[in-house]
């Protein structure tokens, strides 16, 4: 079983990424956005809970997005691993995490880090917008706090699993196969 955080900045693939990693050993895709989404819709106690902070103007606490996670991985107890995707996004998180994975007899295997400078990651978000349509992703002032809160308050998150020796950096410039390529090779080493 793998359980991986795909890491990188707004912009550096995760997604493209992800949808290859999914297919090839059958995980699990576990995005904090689809689990709000998800439980925001049905009106469970978690979604509620976490609209009450929302319609206060209040981020929604780290117990309650972790309860969202723990619901999942409870409804996949046959997943082969999970992918995580955009979370945990403070080393707050990431320990909450670890703690509740312990719980279930799980634990991250690693984190791989998509690397990609800040030129690139503007010229990517640009370019997703136009076919996204997404207004976020043509707006520079939009972008740009995008990547200054990812540098300021999750880029630290690597640094937790690097103190556990879970970290890998991956190359996230150039083709899409090759990216590809040189993350399943880390995966491949678990």
């Known amino acids: 079983m793998y359980n991986i955080v795909l890491f990188g900045p707004p912009g550096a693939g995760k997604g493209t990424q992800s949808e290859k990693l999914i297919e090839k050993y059958g995980l699990t895709h576990l995005s904090t956005g689809d689990l709000f989404r998800k439980h925001l819709g049905e009106g469970t106690e978690l979604g509620q809970l976490a609209k009450k902070y929302m ?4 981020l929604v606490p780290d117990e309650v997005v972790i309860g969202m996670v723990e619901d999942k991985i409870n409804d ?3 997943a082969r691993g999970f992918i995580f995707d955009g979370f945990p996004r403070t080393t707050a998180q990431a320990k909450a995490l670890d703690e509740m994975l312990s719980h279930h007899n799980l634990e991250i295997n690693g984190m791989i880090a998509l690397d990609v400078p800040e030129d690139v990651l503007r010229v990517r978000i640009k370019e997703r917008g136009k076919t996204s349509n ?3 992703d043509q707006d520079d ?8 809160v990812y540098l300021d308050e999750t880029l630290p998150v690597a640094d937790y699993y690097a103190s556990q020796g879970k970290f890998k950096k991956i190359n996230g410039v150039g083709e899409i196969e090759q990216i590809f390529l040189d993350i399943t090779s880390v995966i491949d080493s678990y």
């Open 55 to 58: 319609n206060e103007g209040r």
């Open 76 to 78: 996949t107890k046959d």
């Open 134 to 136: 997404r207004a976020d």
């Open 141 to 148: 002032e939009k972008i740009n706090t995008r990547i200054k």
